[in-house]
């Protein structure tokens, strides 16, 4: 509490100069940071530089762990209405995506809407826990301090803010690029992995340095020109994890479907994950907190067989606009489903024989399921795989409820003498109370219902 109650008194040190938007702010103690360490000096304004100086001083951030607490609390206050900035991507869903695409040590790794980097940090932190060999090999830990992420953004301001992101976490010299990432055909067939998660919505046109992309989709959508570019990024064997709107999904137009053609002909759509209506919430921008998003999973120099197809439907949040944490989650089951489906895969690849019955080991945030195969799940379940060839026969739509059986409701119906019966009681009962009104209106005494009769 104490050392968020310092952010807080340096961000109000900041609304009090008149810098209302944490983005100005967070890059305004990014410049400080930088000048500390290159002995520049951009940061705007004496007084409050000093001020800002002083409350940072003070505050117990002396060893690296606390600097990347601090950071991400001052990163988690981007979004917030009356901000210049989307927020970033969840955390959870983040961590997903990367758990997903199991980074190594020798991948080269963009994401080319990098923002505040928060799949690049992921990706380090995944990589520091799964592979502690190097920073025992010179050449492995070279790699990952200089030439293992890559990050491009438009905004200037958010790509000082990735390079102290990354910085604080370790990694030393990266890679982040001023630019716009659909404006020209630099870094095609790069890099090993793309984690990415675009911005929804809006049309461009593209530059003549981007035709290129054009040869993919012909469109001014850039919801479909990013997908193509993450695609263009690829080198053989490299793997892509994009949250698109679903949209990209279902579209009819010719440029969705040739996209959508292009990611399952030519290149192996491995899955695509449904996420809850309202994941990118609190903070996202309008048009993204509203729309239903999916994750596409793809890999390049391959040919789809199976598309594996989850409808994760909780994902440790509550469903309205707050987003509270709660239990409910499907995302462990997710993770485990799926690495068990790509260690089979990868053992059929290989022509390494599996244990019948036995099941591959699963990330520490999955847990023990009872695993049926994929392939032998009904289109009833939550998950399940469908072949490239029924994909194609209905337009190459990838929509989970394209495919999902709804199971039939199972209904007793009566029998048709049952109904009769009851039928003719109503009958009889309607001209019993008739019968009855009409005596009641005329003065006569009701008369008693012989033996036998209905009542």
């Not at 080319?112 to 025992?136: E, M, N, Q, S």
């Not at 279902?250 to 399952?264: E, M, N, P, W, Y």
């Not at 907190?289 to 994760?312: M, P």
Request: aromatic share 6%.
């Amino acid at each position: 509490m104490e050392l968020t109650a310092h952010v807080d008194e340096v961000l109000h040190a900041f609304e009090q100069a008149g810098v209302v938007d944490p983005l100005e702010a967070i890059e305004q103690i990014t410049s400080l940071l930088d000048d500390r360490a290159s002995g520049t000096s951009a940061f705007r304004g004496a007084k409050l530089r000093s001020e800002v100086v002083e409350l940072l001083d003070s505050a117990p951030m002396s060893d690296r762990a606390t600097q990347e607490r601090v950071y991400e609390y001052l990163l988690g206050k981007l979004g917030a209405p009356g901000t210049s900035t989307a927020a970033p991507t969840p955390r959870h869903i983040v961590s997903l995506m990367v758990e997903m695409t199991a980074p190594t040590p020798t991948d080269t790794i963009i994401d080319p809407t990098v923002g505040t980097a928060g799949f690049l940090v992921a990706a380090g932190d995944y990589l520091r826990d799964h592979h502690p060999r190097i920073w025992l090999d010179t050449g492995l830990r070279d790699h990952f301090n200089n030439t293992a992420f890559t990050g491009v953004d438009t905004d200037a301001a958010l790509c000082s803010i990735a390079r102290m992101n990354l910085r604080l976490h370790g990694v030393q010299n990266p890679e982040i690029l001023h630019r716009d990432s659909l404006g020209e055909e630099g870094g095609a067939g790069r890099y090993s992995l793309v984690v990415a998660n675009p911005p929804i919505g809006g049309t461009r046109d593209l530059a003549p340095a981007a035709k290129q992309l054009l040869s993919v989709v012909k469109t001014r959508k850039t919801d479909l020109l990013f997908v193509a570019h993450s695609l263009r990024l690829l080198s053989d064997g490299g793997r892509a994890a994009i949250i698109v709107p679903d949209a990209v999904l279902f579209g009819t137009t010719k440029a969705h479907k040739d996209l959508r053609r292009t990611l399952v002909d030519e290149h192996s759509l491995e899955a695509v994950v449904r996420l809850p209506a309202g994941v990118l919430r609190p903070g996202s921008h309008q048009s993204a907190a509203t729309q239903s998003v999916s994750i596409l999973l793809v890999r390049q120099g391959a040919v789809t067989r199976n598309v594996w197809f989850y409808d994760v439907r909780a994902d440790g949040f509550t469903a309205d606009e707050k987003r509270l944490p709660c239990e409910s989650s499907d995302l462990p089951d997710l993770l485990a489903r799926w690495q068990a489906l790509s260690s089979r895969a990868a053992a059929s690849a290989t022509g390494t024989a599996q244990a019948p019955g036995s099941v591959p080991a699963v990330s520490v945030l999955a847990v023990s399921v009872p695993f049926v195969s994929e392939a032998e799940r009904a289109r009833t379940a939550q998950s399940f795989l469908v072949p490239r060839e029924e994909i194609a026969e209905h337009d190459y739509d990838l929509t989970f409820n394209r495919y999902r059986v709804v199971p039939a409701e199972h209904v007793v119906h009566r029998s048709p003498n049952d109904i009769l019966i009851d039928i003719a009681r109503l009958e009889l009962q309607i001209q019993q109370a008739s019968a009855a009104l009409a005596r009641s209106l005329s003065g006569q005494p009701e008369l008693m219902a012989q033996p036998g009769t209905w009542r």
